[in-house]
């Protein structure tokens, strides 16, 4: 594996920031061992065990595409807090959804629609989640695919990035006047500084091709290589115990950042580092507690 340019990447880091104010006086390298580090970590957590406490083993009970992507779509947005909490919430929502979340936003009568009313889960409620499901019933009338949000709207050979792909998401979902300006937090953009998290980590599930079967690669017009870095509190606590990031990043900024250090790992998959970094910033621990 090509060693990292790890100048390169902190320049790229450092080029990141948000305004003048956010460039630390001095420039400051990643810590010697991160590469390692992180290499080590996602070969220990990056498995199919690591399906059974997280998230996405909602999707991972569903069989068909369309019910992967409507839960995968929810279980993603729902995912901040307790992860137990979140997997509770995530098998309500399926619940009221008959167990196949695709056919219910697609086909759903409006008696059968009021199953979703009184939902909440911490800010997200039933106005944002009838909100989105109608969304979904829209596209799904004309696509297939939930992929297709994702895609850019002047055809498949248009060059389409991170920021740009989930800008563009962003503004398909509240294209509607009466778009409740509520849910706009739940579906962030990255234009406004959001990290993006949710979205980011729901594109690492629908895209990424894992031969250990953990993300499903059902998205083929998506490269990995393009996939961004879901920037939690965990990926963040190691990313600056490692001096990956400064603590100066705002927002946006840091999953750029963040990524372009994976991606000199990695420039194919850089988000399967996900993996080592959010289990490390869980266990309050970096690379066997190596950090003091």
Known sequence: MKKPDIKACARARNASVSSPS????????????????????????????????????????????????????????????????????????????????????????????????????????????????????????CYESMEDAFLSAEGPNVAFEGRQRLQAFHDRVFALEWAPMRTRKHVPSPARGSRCKRLNMFLRWMVRRDPLGVDFGLWQRISPASLMMPVDVHVERVALQWRLLTGRERGWHAVEALTAFMRMLDPEDPVRFDYGLFSLGVENRSAGVRLK
């Open 22 to 141: 956010d460039v630390m006086e001095t420039a400051q390298d990643p810590l010697p061992g991160w590469r390692e580090a992180i290499l080590e970590a996602t070969e220990r957590y990056h498995c199919r065990e690591f399906i059974e406490n997280d998230p996405i083993q909602i999707p991972h009970s569903c069989t068909r595409r369309v019910d992967i992507e409507v839960a995968g779509f929810f279980t993603a947005l729902l995912s901040w807090g307790n992860r137990t909490t979140i997997i509770g919430k995530s098998r309500e929502l399926m619940r009221r959804m008959d167990g196949m979340p695709g056919d219910f936003v697609r086909s759903s009568s409006e008696r059968e629609w009021a199953s979703l009313q009184g939902f909440v889960h911490r800010t997200f409620q039933d106005t944002d989640l009838l909100f989105l499901a109608d969304f979904l019933r829209r596209h799904y009338r």
